[in-house]
T-cell receptor, first 116, second 113 residues
Framework: KAGVTQTPRYLIKTRGQQVTLSCSPISGHRSVSWYQQTPGQGLQFLFEYFSETQRNKGNFPGRFSGRQFSNSRSEMNVSTLELGDSALYLCASSLARRGQVGEKLFFGSGTQLSVL | GENVEQHPSTLSVQEGDSAVIKCTYS??????FPWYKQELGKGPQLIID?????GEKKDQRIAVTLNKTAKHFSLHITETQPEDSAVYFC????????????FGKGTTLSVSS
């Protein structure tokens, strides 16, 4: 079974630009969540999607947004990039069911975003 | 707000020794506590998890213990091997529906042969 696939693997952007990252979950997984990883702040939760609906959101500004498609694939978008957005963005998928709290997350290798 | 504290931040052991990493959490509603291992250039990989209705869980050389009253949980690795060298993260749920996790800051484990 294929794992979580994230594209692209590396990305370089300049301040003020916007970026879209893509995530394909493990087949059959309906929950997709996104995390930001930086050396200073560690792993921080961005948002989670389940069956095309956002069901949890972390404490990030509105410049960070996401969506999920009917095939469970997900994208996240960051608009008006800032230097501090440089990070590894990780996507994780899960078999979590509606109403369930906590389930195993399977992470992709991430997209390394550098903002210059 | 919710918080997970993890100690130590770095841990060096000799091959064959045991390693223990400890975490405390603040949200009393948290009921799911996974541990992840992250190797260089890869995403975190789940190595063991425990739910709040269980006090201890073991999988070969890895075990996790949970004390809900004290709100802390620990990872125990016995007979460490060089391939155990990695960054380990503990995490806890927010206590609401969904899979959202709060992560500790990580422990860099180095196992020397």
């Amino acid at each position: 079974k294929a794992g979580v696939t994230q594209t692209p693997r590396y990305l370089i952007k300049t301040r003020g630009q916007q970026v879209t990252l893509s995530c394909s979950p493990i087949s059959g997984h309906r929950s997709v969540s996104w995390y930001q990883q930086t050396p200073g702040q560690g792993l921080q939760f961005l948002f989670e999607y389940f069956s095309e609906t956002q069901r949890n959101k972390g404490n990030f500004p509105g410049r960070f947004s996401g969506r999920q498609f009917s095939n469970s694939r997900s994208e996240m978008n960051v608009s008006t990039l800032e230097l501090g957005d440089s990070a590894l963005y990780l996507c994780a998928s899960s078999l979590a069911r509606r109403g369930q709290v906590g389930e195993k997350l399977f992470f992709g290798s991430g997209t390394q975003l550098s903002v210059l | 707000g919710e918080n997970v504290e993890q100690h130590p931040s770095t841990l060096s052991v000799q091959e064959g020794d045991s390693a223990v990493i400890k975490c405390t959490y603040s949200d009393s509603a948290s009921n799911y506590f996974p541990w992840y291992k992250q190797e260089l250039g890869k995403g975190p990989q789940l190595i063991i998890d425990i739910r709040s209705n269980v006090g201890e869980k073991k999988d070969q050389r890895i075990a996790v213990t949970l004390n809900k009253t004290a709100k802390h949980f620990s990872l125990h690795i016995t007979e460490t091997q060089p391939e155990d060298s990695a960054v380990y993260f503990c995490a806890a749920t927010f206590g609401q529906a969904g899979t959202a996790l709060i992560f500790g800051k990580g422990t860099t484990l180095s196992v020397s042969s």
